[in-house]
T-cell receptor, first 117, second 115 residues
Framework: AQSVAQPEDQVNVAEGNPLTVKCTYSVSGNPYLFWYVQYPNRGLQFLLKYITGDNLVKGSYGFEAEFNKSQTSFHLKKPSALVSDSALYFCAVRDLHASGGSYIPTFGRGTSLIVHP | ETGVTQSPTHLIKTRGQQVTLRCSSQSGHNTVSWYQQALGQGPQFIFQYYREEENGRGNFPPRFSGLQFPNYSSELNVNALELDDSALYLC??????????????FGAGSRLTVL
């Protein structure tokens, strides 16, 4: 079984400050991890993914995420937040050993990021 | 390259009615999956289609059914609508197989309200 938790419903940060959106996961094997962003009245857009290799993954719009196997976490980060980053952020996990090749991801509940001017 | 398009964008139904939602996959993608996103929740997997057959299903009753067509477009059908079916329904396309790290490309969704 696979699951993902986003412990914060909302994160508030001032523009220009660093931001972190937290995600922890649980899988039986090795995970594939993803971050997606959802703007109002839009579908989810891919930001970045971790497959293997470097624990720090760089993605779109200046976002990055750090994979920590010992803490089973994959926190999303950005050094300097923009007001336009305000959106819903979803973490997702796929178990590498999921059967059938269907690789169905499990999404977290989402975290609302609000960046204040 | 075209993205994923869904129709209709909004619709209102009453309990007991049936609804059909449609999705056109991104060019080059051969797999389509459907998700239900209730207000304040993350997307919940309904099912996935590949080669016109269902090859994965989440915890949804049989009144949720789907089709995938030869051009990889898809339909989601929901029978006997219930109030709890009110949600944003998201379609996502991807390329089947490989490492499993394939990225999902989502449409903007169809917002269903059941009265």
């Amino acid at each position: 079984a696979q699951s993902v938790a986003q412990p914060e419903d909302q994160v508030n940060v001032a523009e220009g400050n660093p931001l972190t959106v937290k995600c922890t996961y649980s899988v039986s094997g090795n995970p594939y991890l993803f971050w997606y962003v959802q703007y109002p009245n839009r579908g989810l857009q891919f930001l970045l993914k971790y497959i293997t290799g470097d624990n720090l993954v760089k993605g779109s719009y200046g976002f990055e995420a750090e994979f920590n196997k010992s803490q089973t976490s994959f926190h999303l980060k950005k050094p300097s937040a923009l007001v336009s980053d305000s959106a819903l952020y979803f973490c997702a996990v796929r178990d590498l050993h999921a059967s059938g090749g269907s690789y169905i991801p499990t999404f977290g509940r989402g975290t609302s990021l609000i960046v204040h001017p | 390259e075209t993205g994923v398009t869904q129709s209709p964008t909004h619709l209102i139904k009453t309990r007991g009615q049936q609804v059909t939602l449609r999705c056109s996959s991104q060019s080059g993608h051969n797999t389509v999956s459907w998700y239900q996103q209730a207000l304040g929740q993350g997307p919940q997997f309904i099912f996935q289609y590949y080669r016109e057959e269902e090859n994965g299903r989440g915890n949804f009753p049989p009144r949720f059914s789907g089709l995938q067509f030869p051009n990889y477009s898809s339909e989601l059908n929901v029978n006997a609508l219930e109030l709890d079916d009110s949600a944003l329904y998201l379609c996502a396309s991807s390329l089947f197989g490989g490492s499993g790290a394939n990225v999902l490309t989502f449409g903007a969704g169809s917002r269903l309200t059941v009265l």
